[in-house]
């Protein structure tokens, strides 16, 4: 072989080792583009937390197509990304006074993970007594089973980007991983609980200066028994040695009422917007390495560990409705019943302030509040609604609104006068109170009366 022509072989042998022809099952595929598409929908929920998944269970549940936006990975919201999975308070002085598809969510999560009510015919010392603890992964799965079926189309990794109201319909942009959406949808409910769809919307949104702050829930272990002397720790560090302690105690009741676990506040925690959330998240992640890093210097503490923490810093407080109607604090520790009232709610009022401090106050015997419909509807808005804590309310009576039964007894109500409003060619507003309670009843709702 002459030298050339060896050259040339040697050549296309190497050539041939570094880039392989491509086997059969690969191909080349076109360099990634965003799909672009538009859609069409009845009810259009945005948040999948507390009140939006139930929201959306109940809307798909009576016939109406129903699309959920939500930007994160599972339903559920602060009961199971924020970690707070102790939905409350169902039941009052010995009653119960929220039920529906919230309550029926619950009880699929006791029964499915072999849990224990409490006997709620005993009226409780504490409030919180009358909680019921829930599996977190079984609700987000069970929460999800449930939308499914009522033919519920779940976003996740979706965020809205502009939100008009043209010729009697909302055109909702959503954005997502590799997709942009444009939704129309008939009726739109916020579930949000920042209220981000009524700003886009312009509509008018109500905020102190000072908001509560948010915690970041966490469980920890490693405690030596032996040599744990809270006297020899400073006060401060009590909070968080006492809430996890309980972690290793055996529960004798049988009765999950309280999942032992701890928090870490984090102040001006705020949700509405990803660079807003993201300070959140960190923020309580930083405060949390200080805290464990403080405790291992204690005696006893050497060997403290974090068994778990939640993925995101649940959030208190944000931006709140200019509503039809405003739900004062009075209103609410009076017991007020609204002639449009929808669902109750009960839990103290109970604003946590500068970390160091909870302002509560509670019902007197035998008072419950009451959530009107127009709480739940912006001023001058059409064909839109909201539920969660982002409803019409003062900050007192909302630190109390805010709580998950409540949330979940304001999105199966919000859900059912949207569909109504379809059915009978008119904006919410113009609905009759006494239609949606009719057909909350329907839906195994408890309605005030």
């Not at 909302?170 to 409910?189: D, H, N, P, Y």
Request: proline share 4%; with cysteine; glycine share 10%.
């Amino acid at each position: 072989m002459k030298r050339r022509s060896m050259i040339k072989s040697m050549g296309a042998v190497s050539l041939g080792m570094v880039t392989p022809s491509l086997s059969k099952a690969e191909k080349l595929v076109e360099p990634y583009k965003t799909k672009k598409q538009n859609i069409s929908t009845d009810i259009l929920v945005v948040g999948g937390g507390t009140a939006g998944t139930i929201a959306a269970i109940q809307a798909g549940r009576t016939g109406a197509k129903t699309v959920l936006i939500e930007s994160g990975s599972q339903l559920g919201g602060c009961t199971t990304t924020g970690g707070v999975s102790f939905p409350g308070i169902f039941h009052a002085w010995g009653e119960q006074i929220i039920s529906g598809i919230g309550w029926e969510l619950v009880l699929d999560a006791v029964e499915l993970n072999g849990d224990q009510l409490p006997d709620f015919s005993k009226i409780p010392k504490s409030h919180w007594k009358h909680q019921v603890a829930v599996n977190p992964a079984i609700y987000v799965m069970l929460a999800e089973e449930k939308c499914l079926e009522a033919g519920v189309d779940i976003r996740y990794y979706e965020t809205p980007t502009s939100v008009k109201f043209e010729h009697g319909k909302w055109l909702v942009e959503s954005t997502g991983k590799g997709v942009k959406t444009i939704i129309s949808a008939k009726q739109l409910i916020d579930c949000t609980g920042n209220a981000l769809i009524a700003s886009m919307a312009g509509y008018n949104l109500l905020r102190e200066k000072e908001t509560q702050p948010g915690s970041l829930v966490y469980s920890m272990g490693g405690y030596d028994f032996d040599k744990l002397d809270l006297s020899k720790i400073p006060k401060r560090y009590h909070k968080a040695l006492d809430q996890n302690i309980l972690t290793s105690q055996i529960r004798k009741t049988g009765e999950n009422t309280f999942i032992p676990y701890g928090y870490v506040y984090v102040y001006g925690a705020d949700s509405t917007t990803s660079e807003t959330h993201t300070v959140a998240n960190q923020k309580g992640r930083q405060n949390l390495l200080q805290l464990i890093r403080e405790l291992r210097e204690f005696p006893g503490c050497e060997n403290i560990r974090i068994t778990s923490m939640k993925t995101e810093t649940a959030v208190r407080e944000t931006f709140r409705i200019d509503g039809l109607y405003k739900i004062t604090k009075e209103d609410y520790v009076s017991g007020r019943l609204h002639e449009d009232a929808l669902s109750y709610s009960f839990y103290p009022v109970d604003l946590h302030r500068d970390g160091k401090s909870i302002y509560q106050e509670f019902l007197k015997l035998n008072t419950v509040a009451s959530i009107p419909m127009r709480a739940l509807i912006p001023k001058n808005s059409e064909n839109f609604l909201v539920a969660g804590r982002c409803l019409s309310s003062d900050r007192l009576a909302n630190s109390a609104l805010r709580v998950q039964a409540s949330c979940m007894g304001m999105g199966q109500a919000a859900a059912v006068t949207a569909s109504l409003s379809i059915e009978e060619g008119v904006t919410p507003a113009k609905i009759s109170p006494g239609l949606v309670k009719k057909r909350l009843k329907e839906f195994g709702a408890i309605v005030p009366s």
